[in-house]
C-alpha cells in the first residue's frame, strides 16, 4: 500500500506549460487540483521554461505594423501544405488544426496580453519553405517572440498556480513519478508511483531516480501533460520514419533528460491510444553547448538566409534547402549523404546580422526584457555576446582568416575527413560570382534579396548580399552541425475536449491529455511538419482545453 494518499478533483501529472495552464484553468473554475512531477521544483515551467517563445499568431497588430497582409485562410493553406494530413488517424488531428488556427487568428493574442505577456516588434519569418504556394512553409512571417521569451510566457500561469496553492485550492508534489494510472471499471481515477529522493538539482540538471516511498492519488478527472521524448535518444531512434533515411548514430540533444516518453505506454495502458509516433521534429542545426546544463546538450542555431550550406562532403545542399527555411526536408536530405553532420560557411558580417541561438538563456537581452542591451546586441558591431561566446569556445565552431586555413580547420574537427576541400572552394567561389550583379540564378541570392524586402528581415535578420570571400566582411566562419533532439509530433489521440481516446475512437473516461504528450493536441495536430511558434502555443490552446474540460467533468 503508498505509504502517502491524496484526494482531489482533478490530477496533473506533468508541470510544463502545458500542466500549468490545465491546472490554472480548473483551479479558476474551482476545483481542487494536485500537480504531480518527478523532477524537483526547481523545473516547474519544464521545457518550455528554456525556449524561444515563440508565438504564432495570424494577421497581428505586429504584423499589420510591418505590411505584412495574412489571414486565416492564408494561415490554413500553409498549415494544411505544411501537414501533409493523410491518414485515417488524422482525423482529430485536423479538428484540431481548424480550432487552433481559428484561436490564433482570434482569442489567443488578447488571451495573453490580459495576463500580461508582451511581444516583441519585430516578427520572425521561420519555416520560409521555397516550394509552391500549397506547398510547406510560412508565406508570410507570423512569429512572435515573446518579451521575456519562455520565462515571460510561463511566468502568468505559474504565478496562477502559485496563488491557487496559497489558497489551498493547489497541491504541488514534486518528486511524484507516476507508474501507473488506476483504472475501475474503465474509469481513470487517479495515479500512483514512486516518491523519489529529495534533490537540490538546479534547473535542467538530470536529477536522481532513488525511489523513498510510494504514493496514489484519487482523482474525479486526471491530465497527462508529461511531454515527449526528445531526452531520450533511444526511444527517438525506435521512432524513427524510413522517410527521414535511417537515425542518426550521434545526435544532441535540445530538451533535459527528463523529456523522456515515460508516460506513453503508461497512458496506453489505461487504455489511451498512441498515434503517429512516428511524426517528429529535430533540427538540423544543432550545436554542441560549451556550457552544457543536461546530459549532451544542444543549442540550435536560428540561421538568417545567407550562409552556405553544405553536407559533409562540401557539396552544397540543393535548392530550396536553404538556412531557415524547411526543416524536415533538410534532415531527409541529410540524411542520405551517410553523414550525421553538416557544414554553414559564412562570413563575420552574416554571424553579425543573422545567427541567433535559440533558448532562454541564449537571448539575456529578451528574457531579461532589457532594451539597451537588446539594441547593443542587435543592432550594434559585432556578434551577440552568446553568438560571440560560441565562436570563441564552441566546439563546432571554426574562425580563419582565409578559406585555406578555413577548409584545414573544418577537416580537423571529427568526421572532418569526409570534407573535399576543393569542392569547398568551387562552391564558394561560384556563389560569390553570383552576388556580383543585382540579378542572379542563384536561388538562394534571389530569396535572400527578396527577404531584405521585408522590414523585420533588412532591420535585424538578414545581411546585405557580399561576397563571402571580401576581407572586408571577414574573418571567415564555419560552423559543424548536427542533429538536435527536440519534438514529438504524435501522441495521445484526443477529441476536441481534450478526452483521451481508446482503440475504438470512444473516450477513456476520467482521462485528459495535453501539450507534447497528446502531440500538441489531438495526437498530431501538426501532421508531419510544423509552422514553427506552434509548440508553445499548442501546449496553451490544449492546456486551456483540457483543464477547462477535466473541472467541467467533475
Given amino acids: ?85 493523410d491518414r485515417d488517424e488524422d482525423l482529430w488531428p485536423r479538428r484540431w488544426a481548424d480550432a487552433y488556427l481559428d484561436f490564433a ?91 523519489l529522493a529529495p534533490s537540490g538539482a538546479v534547473r535542467g540538471v538530470a536529477s536522481s531516480r532513488d525511489v523513498v516511498d510510494s504514493f496514489a492519488v484519487t482523482a474525479g478527472a486526471t491530465v497527462v501533460a508529461s511531454g515527449g521524448i526528445g531526452g531520450n535518444h533511444d526511444l527517438v531512434r ?19 533528460a527528463y523529456v523522456d516518453g515515460s508516460m506513453q505506454p503508461i497512458a496506453s495502458a489505461a487504455g489511451a491510444r498512441i498515434i503517429n509516433g512516428d511524426r517528429m521534429w529535430h533540427y538540423v542545426e544543432g550545436v554542441q553547448n560549451w556550457d552544457p546544463v543536461w546530459p549532451g546538450h544542444g543549442i540550435r542555431i536560428l540561421p538568417g538566409p545567407s550562409s552556405l550550406w553544405l553536407d559533409a562532403t562540401g557539396s552544397r545542399l540543393p535548392v ?114 553570383e552576388v556580383e550583379n543585382d540579378f542572379t540564378k542563384d536561388a538562394q541570392i534571389a530569396m535572400l534579396r527578396s527577404a531584405r524586402a521585408f522590414r523585420g528581415d533588412r532591420l535585424i535578420r538578414t545581411a546585405s548580399p557580399h561576397r563571402i570571400l571580401d576581407p572586408k566582411s571577414g574573418p571567415l566562419i564555419a560552423v559543424k552541425l548536427h542533429v538536435l533532439t527536440r519534438k514529438s509530433l504524435g501522441g495521445i489521440e484526443t477529441d476536441l475536449s481534450a478526452r483521451a481516446l481508446g482503440a475504438g475512437g470512444e473516450p477513456v473516461p476520467g482521462l485528459f491529455a495535453a501539450g507534447e504528450a497528446s502531440g500538441f493536441g489531438g495526437g498530431g495536430v501538426h501532421g508531419y511538419r510544423a509552422l514553427e511558434g506552434t509548440f508553445v502555443g499548442g501546449c496553451l490552446f490544449s492546456g486551456r482545453i483540457a483543464g477547462r474540460a477535466a473541472a467541467a467533468a467533475v
Fill in 1 to 85: 500500500m503508498p505509504t502517502a494518499s491524496h484526494r482531489t478533483d482533478v490530477l496533473v501529472i506533468g508541470w510544463g506549460l502545458a500542466g500549468l495552464v490545465a491546472a490554472a484553468e480548473a483551479a479558476a473554475a474551482g476545483k481542487r487540483v494536485i500537480i504531480v512531477d518527478q523532477e524537483p521544483r526547481s523545473n516547474l515551467g519544464g521545457q518550455a521554461w528554456w525556449s524561444f517563445g515563440g508565438l504564432f499568431f495570424i494577421d497581428s497588430p505586429e504584423q499589420r505594423r510591418l505590411g505584412i497582409r495574412d489571414s486565416l485562410e492564408l494561415a490554413r493553406q500553409d498549415w494544411l501544405g505544411t501537414a501533409g494530413f
Fill in 238 to 256: 525506435r521512432w524513427w520514419p524510413e522517410r527521414l533515411g535511417t537515425a542518426p548514430a550521434t545526435m544532441v540533444t535540445g530538451v533535459p
Fill in 320 to 433: 530550396p534547402l536553404f538556412p531557415g527555411f524547411d526543416t524536415l526536408g533538410t534532415l531527409a536530405h541529410l540524411r542520405a549523404t551517410g553523414y550525421d553532420h553538416s557544414w554553414f560557411v559564412l562570413s563575420q558580417k552574416i554571424i553579425e546580422k543573422e545567427f541567433t541561438l535559440s533558448g532562454s538563456e541564449q537571448n539575456p537581452d529578451l528574457t531579461g526584457k532589457d532594451v539597451r542591451l537588446l539594441a547593443a546586441s542587435r543592432l550594434g558591431k559585432g556578434a551577440a555576446g552568446p553568438v560571440q561566446a560560441f565562436m570563441d569556445r564552441g566546439a563546432d565552431f571554426v574562425v580563419r582568416n582565409d578559406l585555406d586555413a578555413l577548409i584545414a580547420g573544418m577537416r580537423a574537427l571529427p568526421g572532418g575527413e569526409a570534407l573535399d576541400g576543393d569542392r569547398v572552394r568551387h562552391e564558394v567561389e561560384a556563389r560569390d560570382r
Fill in 105 to 195: 487568428h482570434r482569442e489567443k493574442r488578447a488571451w495573453l496580453r490580459q495576463k500580461g505577456v508582451g511581444f516583441f516588434p519585430i516578427v520572425g519569418w521561420a519555416e520560409r519553405g521555397g516550394y509552391t504556394a500549397t506547398g510547406p512553409g510560412n508565406s508570410v512571417p507570423r512569429f512572435h517572440v515573446t518579451w521575456g521569451t519562455g520565462p515571460g510566457l510561463v511566468a502568468p500561469f505559474q504565478a496562477a498556480v502559485e496563488a491557487a496553492e496559497a489558497d489551498g485550492r493547489v497541491t504541488i508534489l514534486p518528486r511524484h513519478r507516476v507508474v501507473s494510472l488506476t483504472v475501475e471499471n474503465g474509469t481513470v481515477t487517479g495515479a500512483g508511483g514512486d516518491i
